[in-house]
């Protein structure tokens, strides 16, 4: 089993559409989590960081579920400039050396208009 | 700038060569990460320094590639004998520890021919 799961998509979506994804992960000691969007050809960048009372920043909601080991993002009013890779990503969760993160392959997502 | 820096950004060099990549993070990061992408694929972890901690190696795919990280700041990625399925874009992320959120370089495009 992978340590982070995702749907790879592509997900296609009209603008103006609300779109969620879902990730799993299998490390039950994990601490942090976090959502990471990557553009064509370029290097991700931090979208936001999920936190155990869910939070959200605009139209972005972020939900982690531990009990079942699950991350969410929530994308509400879909623009075309959503359109990007989403990658769920998790820290290792053992201190030191191994407490590194680590990167579901991602979802794409493709706003159409 | 103040976000993490990446040079050469672009190598394109011979098959059997010696390349060497380097990484400058961002001033106090204690966190330091390389990663791999081919491209359409997701991301490929190859390495992570934390601080004083002995290095996490376990994602380095042969004997040929190897990292260092010199008085805990900058880092150089070195494969030797390149081979063309080396080709890819290689990633350095640093963050302030392990269980915060990473900043990406904008990446090391390598051509092996």
């Known amino acids: 089993r992978k340590e982070v799961e995702q749907d790879p998509g592509p997900f296609n979506v009209p603008e103006g559409a609300t779109v969620a994804f879902n990730c799993t992960y299998s490390n039950s000691a994990s601490q942090s989590f976090f959502w990471y969007r990557q553009d064509c050809r370029k290097e991700p960048k931090l979208l936001m960081s999920v936190y155990s009372s869910g939070n959200e920043d605009g139209r972005f909601t972020a939900q982690l579920n531990r009990a079942s080991q699950y991350i969410s993002l929530l994308i509400r009013d879909s623009k075309l400039s959503d359109s990007a890779t989403y990658l769920c990503?998790?820290?290792?969760?053992?201190?030191?050396?191994?407490?590194?993160?680590?990167f579901g392959t991602g979802t794409l997502l493709a706003v159409q208009p | 700038g103040a976000g993490v820096s990446q040079s050469p950004s672009n190598k394109v060099t011979e098959k059997g060569k010696d390349v060497e990549l380097r990484c400058d993070p961002i001033s106090g990061h204690t966190a330091l990460y390389w990663y791999r992408q081919s491209l359409g694929q997701g991301l490929e972890f190859l390495i992570y320094?934390?601080?004083?901690?002995?290095?996490?190696k376990s994602g380095l795919p042969s004997d040929r590639f190897s990292a260092e990280r010199t008085g805990g700041s900058v880092s150089t990625l070195t494969i030797q004998r390149t081979q063309q399925e080396d080709s890819a874009v290689y990633l350095c992320a640093s963050s302030l520890a392990g269980s915060a959120g990473g900043f990406f370089g904008p990446g090391t495009r390598l051509t092996v021919l």
């Open positions: 320094f934390q601080g004083n901690s002995a290095p996490d």
């Open positions: 990503v998790v820290n290792g969760g053992a201190g030191g050396a191994t407490n590194k993160l680590i």
